[in-house]
């Protein structure tokens, strides 16, 4: 894939008893912290920016970490916005409201 910057945004929905699922969400988002891409939280998901490949690579280390973790069920909820000729970013989406 190309290496502009895409834009997505990740929510996980823990469907576990184990746990208060905040908890599941709160360790989902220290993995993106931690992942050197750009994010914004949000009370309904989480933003991401960066190219596809580091993109992707964050939702794979989310979903593996709850795998590891052994979180029971979950869903994680995507919407991937990609531009085969230029960045797209959230900024550019939202600045004329600021």
């Not at 794979?60 to 909820?77: D, M, P, R």
Request: proline share 3%; net charge negative.
């Amino acid at each position: 894939m190309h290496q502009y910057i895409i834009n997505a945004s990740i929510q996980i929905v823990p469907i576990v008893l184990d746990k208060h699922p905040y908890e599941w969400v709160d360790e989902a988002i220290a993995i993106i912290q931690k992942a050197g891409i750009r994010y914004e939280v949000t009370p309904f998901a989480t933003i991401l920016e960066g190219t596809y490949d580091a993109v992707m690579k964050v939702i794979h280390e989310v979903n593996e970490f709850l795998y590891q973790k052994g979180c029971a069920e979950w869903i994680t909820n995507l919407q991937i916005q990609i531009r085969s000729d230029r960045n797209v970013t959230g900024a550019e989406k939202t600045e004329k409201f600021s």
